[in-house]
């Protein structure tokens, strides 16, 4: 009887499966029998966390509606929750209050999942300090929560500070090297009352890396300025990064900045206004801005710049959510095309608190919600390329302190992801109840003299009082309130 049969048998006489005869029974050249394996850990289906996909593009909260107060929360927590044992997540912001991602964060480490965080040493919050006690403060270690001392590359004083806002997993779900920057902090202040975005994108294992080396200098918690960096995963063109073709490029702060050397000058030279549309025509490139803080002197030179290419013949619209009158007065001087088109997100929940700021009997506006989002968008000619579709994002404001902090300046180049922003900035421009207007319009009264004959003829003076209305630049009427927030 062959040796095969043989066991056979034996199997049946001892009650043994099929599945147990050994590998080595099974003669050379033979085939093995065909059985069912055993759905073992091993052998199952991919579980639900291992399906998930990272989110992807750019995500907006809304202030003003219930239901998009923690759209951007959700999607962090939910990638929190994603991150499988062995993986690491790194978070970067100014600011951290938020219980649920101070939850989910102790959840992922107690799971097996590396956890670090870098924030500003402003405050020491209740979340700051119950992820603390989980990980611990030893930025050395694989796991630590630490704030530096002002910025974390720039100087020690009592100007700079830490600003970036970036997030990277480097898993989550099937979704490797995940990263997402833009305005968001970590806070319920940044939830409920104020516009934010935060982009999302993965699968770039360089630039990832990049964000990590990034990430890891700032951790050293420099005392004298770091030079800036520059990156972009791996250039487009092989050699150098370059907004003009590469799909991210960024730069992280401190980067000191003049009227001649600024970021946003650069990027807004490169913005062709006008463009031969080949019909005889021509295409106004797009510009829009919404931005949380424009004011001192860098607010001044860029607010320039920016109504500069409105005269040029961009069609070009700024919001903000605070500004400082003469920076206000520079982006809305007249010029031949008229003023250009500005709006505030700075608005009152309560418009009838009577909070009279300035003793005029007026009720003056107290800031509950606002823009914190810092980025530009612009469709049209780019550095001689037509129909460009970009958006610069990240932490930096157009103010005079920015370049010497620690901030993060991206761009990304895309038609469907600049619409989105484009569709978000619209969202707030075009509602009454999201921004206001941010001229003014006053009455000039004067008199205008007409000549009438009497019944004999007598020639006699006539005078009428004439109100025309005259669009002026006025301080805008607020105080900063207990929600706003200074970064």
Same mark, same amino acid.
């Given at each position: 009887m062959p040796r095969l049969l043989v066991l056979f048998a034996l199997c049946l006489v001892l009650g043994a499966p099929l599945a147990a005869v050994p590998a080595a029974a099974v003669p050379v050249g033979g085939v093995a029998p065909t059985v069912a394996p055993a759905m073992g850990a091993a052998q199952a289906a991919p579980s639900a966390r291992e399906r998930w996909k990272a989110p992807q593009g750019p995500f907006f909260n809304d202030p003003r509606r219930k239901q998009g107060w923690f759209r951007i929360e959700r999607k962090v927590i939910d990638t929190i929750k994603h991150t499988p044992r062995g993986s690491t997540i790194r978070i970067a912001v100014?600011?951290?209050?938020?219980? %649920?991602?101070?939850?989910a964060l102790i959840a992922a480490h107690r799971r097996g999942v590396?956890?670090?965080?870098? #924030?500003?040493?402003?405050?020491?919050?209740?979340?700051?300090?119950?992820?603390?006690?989980?990980? =611990?403060?030893?930025?050395? @270690?694989?796991? +630590?929560?630490?704030? !530096?001392?002002?910025? !974390?590359?720039?100087?020690?004083? $009592?100007? &700079?500070?830490?600003?970036?806002? *970036?997030?990277? *997993?480097? @898993?989550?779900?099937?979704?490797?090297d995940v990263l997402a920057v833009g305005s968001a902090n970590l806070m319920l202040n940044a939830?409920?009352?104020?516009?934010?975005? #935060?982009? +999302?994108?993965?699968?770039?294992?360089? #630039?990832?890396? $990049?964000f990590v080396r990034l990430f890891n200098d700032m951790r050293k918690d420099h005392d004298t300025r770091q030079p800036p960096q520059f990156f972009c995963g791996t250039p487009a063109n092989g050699v150098a990064c370059d907004d003009s073709v590469d799909k991210h490029t960024v730069w992280a702060w401190p980067k000191p900045s003049g009227p001649k050397n600024d970021l946003v000058?650069?990027?807004?030279?490169?913005? $062709?206004? #006008?463009?031969?549309? =080949?019909a005889g025509g021509q295409k106004r490139s797009r510009i829009a801005v919404s931005m949380h803080t424009m004011r001192g002197r860098r607010g001044d030179y860029l607010a320039a710049a920016i109504r500069q290419k409105w005269i040029e =013949? !961009?069609?070009?619209r700024v919001m903000y959510g605070l500004i400082g009158y003469h920076t206000k007065r520079v982006v809305g001087a007249p010029t031949p095309r008229g003023r250009i088109p500005l709006r505030?997100?700075?608005?009152? +929940?309560? %418009?009838?608190?009577?909070y009279d700021l300035n003793k005029d009997g007026k009720d003056d506006l107290i800031l509950s919600y606002y823009s914190h989002q810092k980025y530009v968008a612009i469709q049209g000619t780019y550095n001689g390329t037509p129909d460009t579709n970009m958006v610069v994002t990240g932490s930096a404001n157009w103010a005079s302190l920015s370049p010497g902090n620690d901030e993060l300046w991206m761009s990304i180049r895309g038609k469907k992801l600049t619409r989105k922003y484009v569709k978000n900035f619209n969202y707030q421009w075009r509602?009454?109840?999201?921004?206001? &207007?941010?001229?003014?319009?006053?009455?000039?009264? *004067?008199?205008?003299?007409?000549?009438?004959?009497?019944?004999? =003829?007598? %020639?006699?003076?006539?005078?009428? /009082?004439?109100?025309? %209305?005259?669009? /002026?630049?006025? @301080?805008?009427?607020y105080r900063k309130g207990p929600y706003w927030e200074a970064d």
């Amino acid at each position: 009887m062959p040796r095969l049969l043989v066991l056979f048998a034996l199997c049946l006489v001892l009650g043994a499966p099929l599945a147990a005869v050994p590998a080595a029974a099974v003669p050379v050249g033979g085939v093995a029998p065909t059985v069912a394996p055993a759905m073992g850990a091993a052998q199952a289906a991919p579980s639900a966390r291992e399906r998930w996909k990272a989110p992807q593009g750019p995500f907006f909260n809304d202030p003003r509606r219930k239901q998009g107060w923690f759209r951007i929360e959700r999607k962090v927590i939910d990638t929190i929750k994603h991150t499988p044992r062995g993986s690491t997540i790194r978070i970067a912001v100014y600011s951290f209050d938020r219980m %649920p991602v101070a939850k989910a964060l102790i959840a992922a480490h107690r799971r097996g999942v590396k956890v670090q965080m870098i #924030l500003n040493d402003h405050q020491y919050t209740k979340a700051m300090r119950a992820v603390r006690r989980e990980i =611990g403060a030893k930025r050395y @270690r694989s796991s +630590f929560i630490y704030r !530096c001392t002002a910025g !974390c590359r720039s100087k020690q004083n $009592q100007y &700079n500070n830490m600003h970036t806002k *970036f997030y990277s *997993f480097s @898993r989550a779900g099937r979704s490797k090297d995940v990263l997402a920057v833009g305005s968001a902090n970590l806070m319920l202040n940044a939830d409920k009352h104020q516009w934010n975005d #935060l982009y +999302f994108t993965s699968g770039d294992h360089e #630039l990832f890396r $990049q964000f990590v080396r990034l990430f890891n200098d700032m951790r050293k918690d420099h005392d004298t300025r770091q030079p800036p960096q520059f990156f972009c995963g791996t250039p487009a063109n092989g050699v150098a990064c370059d907004d003009s073709v590469d799909k991210h490029t960024v730069w992280a702060w401190p980067k000191p900045s003049g009227p001649k050397n600024d970021l946003v000058l650069d990027l807004l030279g490169k913005v $062709q206004c #006008l463009t031969p549309d =080949g019909a005889g025509g021509q295409k106004r490139s797009r510009i829009a801005v919404s931005m949380h803080t424009m004011r001192g002197r860098r607010g001044d030179y860029l607010a320039a710049a920016i109504r500069q290419k409105w005269i040029e =013949g !961009c069609k070009v619209r700024v919001m903000y959510g605070l500004i400082g009158y003469h920076t206000k007065r520079v982006v809305g001087a007249p010029t031949p095309r008229g003023r250009i088109p500005l709006r505030s997100t700075g608005l009152d +929940f309560n %418009p009838d608190d009577d909070y009279d700021l300035n003793k005029d009997g007026k009720d003056d506006l107290i800031l509950s919600y606002y823009s914190h989002q810092k980025y530009v968008a612009i469709q049209g000619t780019y550095n001689g390329t037509p129909d460009t579709n970009m958006v610069v994002t990240g932490s930096a404001n157009w103010a005079s302190l920015s370049p010497g902090n620690d901030e993060l300046w991206m761009s990304i180049r895309g038609k469907k992801l600049t619409r989105k922003y484009v569709k978000n900035f619209n969202y707030q421009w075009r509602s009454k109840r999201n921004s206001r &207007n941010a001229y003014t319009t006053t009455y000039v009264n *004067f008199r205008v003299a007409r000549t009438v004959r009497d019944e004999d =003829g007598t %020639p006699r003076t006539v005078w009428r /009082t004439v109100r025309r %209305p005259v669009t /002026t630049i006025e @301080r805008d009427p607020y105080r900063k309130g207990p929600y706003w927030e200074a970064d």
